[in-house]
């Protein structure tokens, strides 16, 4: 399996960023072909210090690396990762990476 973890940064405007994510943007992410899995965090992100640099995690499984690349290079991809510009005001780290179950 494969992950994509975008990391959300505080927005400028928590209200629109939950109403515009949720509202739309997971909807919209949801057509990749591709995707196995969609998971968010629920509450605040937090580090073991206290408060993080974090307002939402987004966890996307699919098979493979490949896999991810593909849906990304996908018209529905390249439309999700267009839509980050409409509610995304601060900042997402996206990070790619292959796992294994121990």
Known sequence: MAKLLALYKHPQNPAHFEAYYYGTH???AKTVAGLRRYEVSTGPVATPQGTSQY???AELTFDSIAAIGK??????GQAT???LANFATGGVDLLVFDTTEL
């Open 71 to 76: 849906a990304l290079a996908s018209s529905e």
């Open 81 to 83: 990762g267009a839509d």
């Open 55 to 57: 307002h939402l995690i």
């Open 26 to 28: 997971v909807p919209l």
